[in-house]
């Protein structure tokens, strides 16, 4: 009823001056202004109808784009295990799967990039309906972020195919926690060192208890001296929110005991922290190129 009520005055001018002027100045011509009614009726209900399958169209597209975001938490394990069979990759296949992550990337900023559009569409319309559809485009744009934030979560944990062969190869260091370990002598950025561990058939440090951590900080100071050191935890949250995750997608809770007092948590990634720090954890910004790391040995090739 609303959205008749808007639309009439417009609706009413139009109709007049498009079909026949002269009815403004004919008052008493009941026939043809009932006939005139009727049309301008048809019209608004034509109207209204348009806005219910765009409606319907928004809803649509929301639903699709929650089955996508089911499917992809249905179908990472499998895909994880596809990965880690991979194990016999050439470079040039490397790189190939490392194509097809950024075409993904691609896909999800040109959905982004529709629902962008769409919403410049509904501008367009009627200012007074204009804050329904507005309410409409907010439930999409929430269901779209909470797509992309899962997208975001799969790509940061799915790791470089495993060899085994090639990280038994490396000169890994066994602590008492029964874990193996490489300590990097060389640094960059977080991404770099990542690189770094997987052409060794390693991945960067993940430490989920103070005791992994007290060790490896430990033997760091033995063989490397105190300095900053990566680890695989990144945060994967959206629109400044913090979510901490390690490399295999487990979180790292922002109440940990493996932060240190007062850590920026403001930051992407995370690296350990040396002097009154004691190696606990701090967030740094992923370009720092200052960092070094250590390389730890996959639970599958143990």
């Not at 699709?64 to 394990?77: G, I, P, S, V, W």
């Not at 000169?171 to 977080?190: H, R």
């Not at 990634?269 to 720092?288: F, H, I, P, Q, R």
């Amino acid at each position: 009823m609303m959205l008749r009520l808007g639309l009439l005055p417009f609706l009413v001018v139009a109709a007049v001056l498009a079909n026949d002027p002269q009815q403004i100045d004919q008052p008493n011509k009941s026939e043809e202004m009932m006939e005139f009614q009727k049309r301008l009726m048809t019209s608004v209900e034509a109207t209204n109808d348009n806005l219910k399958r765009l409606a319907r169209l928004f809803y649509e597209q929301m639903v699709n784009t929650r089955k996508l975001a089911e499917e992809q938490q249905k179908n990472f394990n499998s895909t994880n295990q596809r990965l880690a069979e991979i194990a016999q990759l050439s470079n040039d296949q490397h790189k190939q799967v490392a194509e097809e992550l950024r075409n993904l990337r691609n896909h999800a900023n040109e959905t982004n990039q529709k629902f962008i559009n769409l919403e410049k569409l509904v501008d367009n319309r009627h200012n007074e309906s204009l804050e329904n559809v507005k309410h409409v485009g907010q439930k999409l744009d929430k269901s779209a972020a909470l797509a992309m934030h899962h997208y975001q979560l799969f790509d940061f944990i799915i790791r470089y195919p495993v060899n085994c062969n090639l990280a038994r190869s490396a000169s890994l260091t066994q602590l008492s926690n029964g874990k193996k370990y490489l300590f990097l002598t060389t640094g960059g950025t977080w991404t770099q060192v990542r690189e770094k561990c997987a052409k060794k058939g390693l991945q960067m440090i993940t430490l989920k208890n103070m005791n992994d951590h007290n060790l490896v900080w430990q033997k760091i100071k033995e063989l490397l001296g105190e300095s900053y050191y990566w680890v695989s935890a990144r945060n994967t949250g959206n629109s400044g929110q913090m979510d901490y995750r390690w490399q295999d997608g487990s979180k790292l809770e922002l109440n940990s005991d493996l932060w240190k007092d007062n850590a920026n948590k403001a930051h992407e990634c995370v690296e350990m922290k040396y002097g009154s720090n004691n190696g606990k954890l701090s967030g740094e910004t992923c370009n720092y190129s200052g960092s070094k790391s250590v390389c730890e040995l996959p639970s599958e090739c143990y």
